[in-house]
């Protein structure tokens, strides 16, 4: 005999005289005579089941949908994950002690912003430098800097605080310190009130030439700079009196021969898909350069703007203003992250 399928419907406790409790509709409520043998998903939240009204199970064990609104001193503690987290006071990183005792000639040169550490040791070995009146031209000598008198060309050095700063260099500004023959040179922007150290241009632009200008007293950073081994990233944007061929964009990339040797730009393109318009990607410090090669290719540079320099740029900076640099600008410089 073939035996029948089993019903899928769940199986359901009896209750102690036997039968099977009365199935109620969804969302009937319980009366109080079977609430207790309802099934549990029946159950309100509020509602207590028959082994707790026995009193046996204290009141600290009970489930949370057990206790009443009234009851909530034992659950009034949130959960770890809910408590408000509030940090320990981090420890201020220790100042930088400063060097008070003997210190290198060379170093302590440098530090003044006058030279890099390798020029202080050509100036000492040529003997232009006295310390307490006496010519210094041996290498690695220590001075102390409270009490030796130090002098570059007779003039006294003093250490000073190490400043960094960026500009925005506009047109017709020479980029020297003193020029008798120049009207304006960009040292004329700088106000003496708010940077009252003396700081120098680290490289040049011509005065045609506008863009990101780098100031500072510092002469090792100064010196690694502008050091050829360092191929400090440098782009520029041209704008050119005629469309730029494909031929020409394809010899710029492949390099080309100026009198003072090969030179190849890192990267080139078009700007808004104007040919005249390029911006040009170098590593390359000589004089001009830039200008040089457009012109050995029959150009002629109408307007040059640097808009990049060893992770520099001119962003919120209108023509002739100038900032100092943020410290993690200067930690980025000092490491070499040119990129």
């Known amino acids: ?23 109620r509709s969804y969302g009937a409520r319980a009366t109080d005579e079977n609430r ?19 009193g046996n199970q204290k009141q600290d064990d009970r489930k949370p949908y057990d ?22 006071p981090r420890a201020k990183a220790a100042a930088p002690a400063e060097e008070n005792g003997p210190v290198r ?30 010519k210094v031209t ?53 106000s003496k009130s708010m940077c009252p150290e ?18 500072t007293n510092d002469g090792d950073l100064t010196e690694k700079l502008t050091h050829p081994k360092h191929e400090v990233r440098k782009i520029y944007h041209a704008t050119l009196d005629k469309n730029l061929t494909k031929e020409d964009f394809e010899k710029i990339l492949d390099g080309i021969e100026l009198p003072d040797g090969p030179i190849a730009a890192d990267a080139l393109s078009y700007v808004d898909d104007d040919k005249s318009q390029v911006g040009l990607e170098i590593h390359s410090g000589r004089n001009r350069i830039v200008r040089r090669i457009f012109e ?16 520099l740029t001119k962003k919120n900076l209108r023509r002739g203003a100038w900032r100092f640099l943020e410290e993690k600008e200067i930690a980025l410089l000092k490491m070499g992250a040119f990129e």
């Open 1 to 23: 005999m073939e035996e029948k399928p089993r019903s899928k419907r769940p199986y359901t406790k009896r209750s102690s005289d036997g039968n099977r409790p009365q199935r």
């Open 36 to 54: 207790s043998d309802a099934p549990t998903s029946y159950r309100r939240r509020d509602d207590k089941p028959a082994y707790a009204k026995s």
């Open 67 to 88: 206790r009443k609104p009234y009851d909530r001193k034992p659950y009034d503690r949130k959960p770890d994950y809910q408590k408000k987290y509030t940090p320990k």
């Open 105 to 134: 000639l060379n170093k302590y040169i440098a530090n003044s912003g006058i030279c890099s550490r390798r020029e202080a040791d050509m100036f000492i070995e040529t003997g232009q430098v006295t310390v307490n009146g006496v």
């Open 138 to 190: 041996e290498l690695g000598t220590k001075i102390d800097p409270s009490r030796d008198d130090v002098r570059f060309n007779g003039q006294r050095i003093r250490g000073e605080k190490k400043v960094y700063l960026v500009m925005n260099k506009p047109k017709d500004f020479v980029t020297t310190m003193s020029d008798p023959h120049a009207e304006r040179t960009v040292m004329d922007l700088i």
């Open 198 to 215: 003396r700081v120098f241009p680290v490289g040049r632009l011509d005065k045609a030439t506008t863009g990101v200008l780098l100031f």
């Open 296 to 311: 050995s290719l029959g150009y002629k540079v109408k307007k040059l703007d640097r808009v990049y320099f060893a992770g």
